[in-house]
């Protein structure tokens, strides 16, 4: 601070007596600052590393072909990874059925028809929704949806669909905020450009927005998914814990299922350090590291930093 | 149907979509508060649970709460300010930092159960922390890194570039610059960055569960060395682990712990308005 002023006093050659203190102190601020940078990759490559440490044994000791088999039953290591995919898949492939029609229409209706007014509150409404704990809509999921749907006619209130509710409505704050961004970078000319030629809104949302902002679009939609599979604490409470693949048929979205992530969470307070059981839900923790990592890093590319703070739900 | 009627339609139906996707967010917090402010009392905060859980309070998990929001805040947000100010100060548009947007976007998208499994394989066990309000903490600040760290970097660069080249003009170097003239004009935007990631870190339950959490401590935790109880994982503990549990406990802990991460999501929207009004440029 003092050089600071010194040198707006007198000129250059003042500031040059405290200048090399002044140099050493910043040059460890710079450093420490570029190296916080950096941390963040290191971060990256060490959750990866710590997995492949602890979950890579699972891989090589299990058969592929039990790897790969129907049956999760870990007190008679029987490892198949199968009913944990589908069950994943099943919740994952509903909750996006539902947030992504929904997801879509909310962002057209804040980025092109809601009065600005509107925009004020809904926007931090959704807000709202991105920030309540995942544990307090699975409780609510629990103790108040799941018997909505067993009333509903199902023979248990906890199912994939009972997940996918919940799980939808987790991930509508991500599809909002990313269709939004979509929707707003399309230049204003386009839609000046299409009412003025006699088009009512709606045909220019429709035949000129959202192609437009298409690829936007499948960003919004890749990130939910993204969010959806690797959602924990709700998707355990709700799905009814069953780790066998139910039969296949429009049916099964109504049967307990259990996803990779419960299995993670629910299990590993149990096993013991370094059993093959331990191994193994480390090994269910590098798929899902590896496919969140594929799908950021291809929607990262486009979306840049502002992915990570929209998923969030931050509008 | 003509054109004009088919717009009025379309219209209607997105108003109507939108007011059935956003009705529902106030109805859940609605729902809560009905359901559980009944069970709030002084004694329900700051008495420990007791008679297997179905009596008494929640204060060893709040106060487990408390300590981990600090702790995630004191290990991460160093951290994460200084990755923000890299990247809106220093940062050349090249491979390196590329990668380091990449990994940003990637720990945004890791699940959080992941964070937990680790935590549990760096801290709990290799670093052997054990299970530990450190690390708990730890993870917890790491899961909250990519939310802060974005938020700043997008308050940092939003200072207009006059101010810089008009600090570095009058002789000031890069560091003094940013000390005293962006990241002043930066700070509500990184505030609100900070308290969003608190509020993350108070909520989480996933990450905390086997590196720190505990089923049940009577007492508070003594040091960072030790386990504690956490108001994300007692909710789920309550709601499922025990059976017979009084439906208004469980509410009442769920209303508190969504009080505290909605007041902190509110605080953060807050700061972030009044800055926009305030901004001078």
């Not at chain 1, 499948?218 to 066998?244: Q, S």
């Not at chain 2, 450190?134 to 993870?139: F, I, Q």
């Amino acid at each position: 601070m003092t050089t600071n002023s010194s040198v707006t006093a007198t000129g250059a050659g003042a500031g040059k007596e405290s200048a090399p203190r002044l140099r050493i102190g910043e040059w460890i601020i710079e450093n420490l600052i570029r190296l916080a940078g950096l941390s963040t990759v290191v971060i990256v490559a060490l959750i990866f590393l710590f997995l492949l440490r602890e979950g890579g044994p699972a891989f090589l000791d299990i058969p592929l072909r039990q790897l790969f088999g129907v049956r999760w039953y870990p007190i008679e290591d029987i490892f198949g990874l199968l009913p944990l995919l589908v069950g994943s898949l099943l919740v994952t492939v509903g909750a996006v059925t539902i947030a992504v029609p929904l997801g879509l229409i909310c962002a057209i209706y804040l980025g092109e028809i809601a009065p600005p007014w509107q925009r004020e509150i809904l926007k931090p409404l959704i807000e709202v929704l991105a920030g309540i704990p995942s544990i307090v809509l699975g409780f609510l999921g629990w103790v108040a949806l799941a018997p909505l749907i067993q009333n509903a006619g199902a023979a248990t209130g906890l199912t994939a669909f009972t997940g996918s509710v919940i799980l939808a409505y987790m991930s509508l704050p991500t599809i909002i905020s990313i269709s939004e961004d979509a929707l707003y970078a399309v230049p204003k000319e386009y839609r000046d450009g299409a009412l003025a030629i006699g088009a009512t809104q709606w045909q220019t949302i429709w035949r000129v927005v959202l192609p437009a902002a298409r690829s936007g679009i499948v960003i919004a939609v890749m990130l939910g998914i993204g969010r959806a599979i690797g959602e924990t604490m709700a998707v355990m409470m709700v799905t009814g814990n069953a780790a066998n693949i139910p039969a296949f048929g429009p049916g099964m979205i109504f049967e307990p299922v259990r996803t990779m992530t419960a299995t993670i969470a629910a299990e590993m307070g149990e096993v013991a350090q370094g059993s093959l059981h331990y191994n193994t839900l480390f090994g269910i923790g590098i798929v899902l590291f590896v496919i969140t990592f594929a799908i950021n890093s291809l929607a990262g590319r486009i979306v840049g930093t502002r992915g990570a703070r929209r998923q969030g739900g931050n509008l | 149907m003509n054109r004009q009627q088919t717009n009025r339609l379309a219209k209607a139906l997105i108003t109507s979509v939108a007011i059935l996707v956003v009705v529902p967010i106030a109805l859940v917090i609605l729902y809560v508060f009905y359901n559980g402010i009944g069970t709030i009392s002084w004694e329900f905060i700051t008495a420990p649970p007791s008679n297997g859980m179905r009596e008494g309070g929640i204060w060893p998990a709040l106060l487990g709460t408390i300590f981990l929001t600090f702790g995630t805040a004191i290990l991460s947000f160093p951290l994460a300010i200084g990755a923000a100010i890299y990247l809106s100060e220093y940062a050349a548009d090249n491979r390196s930092t590329r990668m380091i947007r990449l990994a940003i976007v990637n720990l945004a998208g890791i699940p959080s159960i992941v964070y937990g499994l680790f935590g549990l394989g760096a801290f709990v066990l290799f670093m052997q922390f054990g299970t530990s309000i450190l690390a708990g903490s730890l993870t917890l600040g790491i899961l909250t890194l990519p939310v802060v760290i974005s938020t700043a970097e997008e308050a940092i660069a939003s200072v207009p570039q006059q101010f810089r080249t008009v600090s570095l003009s009058l002789g000031a170097t890069r560091w003094q610059t940013i000390r005293h003239q962006v990241l002043p004009h930066a700070l509500p935007g990184i505030l609100t960055g900070i308290i969003l990631g608190l509020g993350r870190a108070a909520g989480e339950t996933a990450p905390i569960l086997f590196t720190v959490a505990a089923f049940y401590l009577p007492e508070p935790p003594q040091s960072i060395f030790d386990q504690t109880m956490a108001l994300p994982y007692h909710l789920y503990v309550i709601s499922t682990q025990v059976p017979g549990m009084p439906l208004g406990i469980q509410y009442g802990t769920a209303l508190v712990l969504l009080f505290i991460v909605l007041s902190l999501t509110l605080a953060a929207t807050f700061v972030r308005t009044s800055m926009r009004r305030r901004r001078e440029w």
